[in-house]
């Protein structure tokens, strides 16, 4: 087995992984950071792995990524990591959404305008009619151009 130990980070690599160590909204940046910090400061992958919660396959792959493409080749964003296509409403759910969004709140519930937790409440009965009901694709898209959307 190779030891693998991360470069020397130059200044601005070293503030940024501070601040991805202290990062509390993404924990998989927190961990990198403190990877290669930990493999800077001597500590052996086997140490860091144990106190990361990472395999030594996995901290030597985190390490040699820095190595060969800096604090990028290791930040990890979920939006911008996402893989295969993006979510798809399914037809039902977004006739629902234009059908609510289209009416007046005085014809559906006899209000003046709409509130947070009286959207919420109608969606939730359109929800339960229309999976008593199955709508075909193409009367859905019909009733969009109608609409003009």
Not at 11 to 35: D, G, I, W
Not at 40 to 52: K, L, M, P, Q, T
Not at 70 to 98: D, L, M, N, T
Request: net charge positive; hydrophobic share 35%.
């Amino acid at each position: 087995m190779v030891k693998v130990r991360a470069r020397r980070p130059n200044p601005y690599e070293r503030q940024k992984l501070h601040r991805m160590k202290r990062q509390c909204t993404n924990p998989v940046n927190s961990r990198h950071a403190r990877v290669i910090l930990l493999s800077g400061g001597g500590v052996s992958n086997a140490e860091i792995a144990w106190r990361v919660g990472y395999s030594d396959v996995w901290v030597r792959q985190i390490i040699r990524r820095f190595n060969d493409g800096g604090v990028p080749a290791i930040s990890w964003y979920p939006y911008y990591c996402a893989h295969g296509e993006p979510r798809k409403f399914f037809s039902e759910i977004v006739e629902q959404v234009v059908e609510v969004a289209l009416s007046s709140p005085k014809a559906l519930i006899g209000m003046n305008c709409w509130s947070l937790a009286k959207q919420t409440s109608r969606f939730a009965v359109y929800t339960q009619e229309i999976r008593s009901r199955h709508a075909r694709k193409q009367s859905f898209i019909h009733r969009l151009d109608r609409a003009g959307l």
